[in-house]
Nanobody
Framework: QVQLVESGGGLVQAGGSLRLSCAAS????????MGWYRQAAGKQRELVAV???????VDADSVKGRFTISRDNAKNTVYLQMNSLKREDTAVYYC?????????????WGKGTLVTVSS
């Protein structure tokens, strides 16, 4: 069973920066991708950024040029560096890990960490 531990959330002023971390542990054979999603109050969860096992990155248009996703393969850890934060970035951020299990991948989710941006 895969466990995810997130950290780095908090309250910052608009224009500030935060760095989120997510460490995966447990029964991991092959990680296909790691990434971050977020859910604002009253809204649906949305993709923020994902980094694949080959190092390719996909991120949302709303965070391009401001957020950077990275990964430490040896530590099974994914990071999200968030710069130039806006009040619209306020949300609960969830870590996601997709693990290969045979031919069918399985998604695991963290409990979420709250990011609040004040104006």
């Amino acid at each position: 069973q895969v466990q995810l531990v997130e950290s780095g959330g908090g309250l910052v002023q608009a224009g500030g920066s935060l760095r989120l971390s997510c460490a995966a542990s447990g029964s991991i054979f092959s990680i296909n991708a790691m990434g971050w999603y977020r859910q604002a109050a009253g809204k649906q969860r949305e993709l923020v950024a994902v980094i694949t096992n080959s190092g390719s990155i996909v991120d949302a248009d709303s965070v391009k040029g401001r957020f950077t996703i990275s990964r430490d393969n040896a530590k099974n850890t994914v990071y999200l560096q968030m710069n130039s934060l806006k009040r619209e970035d306020t949300a609960v951020y969830y870590c996601n890990v997709r693990v290969a299990a045979g031919t069918i991948p399985t998604d695991y989710w963290g409990k979420g960490t709250l990011v609040t941006v004040s104006s």
